[in-house]
């Protein structure tokens, strides 16, 4: 049986330091994904050009990628249930790496 080690340099804390619990920006969507984990959502928008901040409802598991954040539009909607993050406020390295000549998302590492 081979023993498997995840790897991943990318700090995390101060992105969930920043997240903004009950808040939505509205109207401003790139694109919307369904059944993704919150993670995936932050991935998305740093692989995504034009994404400056994310919407996630955490009940539906439901991820908006932004291409405005609140400092544009300061007035966040109230929203029970979704959470408000920044692409700023997250590690880049986090985005993805090369491993083996191949681009991977970083939280997928596994080396046996």
Known sequence: MDDMIHFC???????YSLLQRGHRLGKKIITNLAGI???DCVQECLRTTRCLSINYFQPAHFCEVN???KESLPDLYFA???YY???DDWDKVFATIFLMG????CFNIQLA
């Open 37 to 39: 984990s919150f993670l």
């Open 67 to 69: 291409y405005k954040k």
């Open 80 to 82: 029970k249930g979704w």
């Open 102 to 105: 191949r681009l991977i998302p």
């Open 9 to 15: 340099t990318a700090d995390l804390k101060r992105g």
């Open 85 to 87: 993050s920044e692409r």
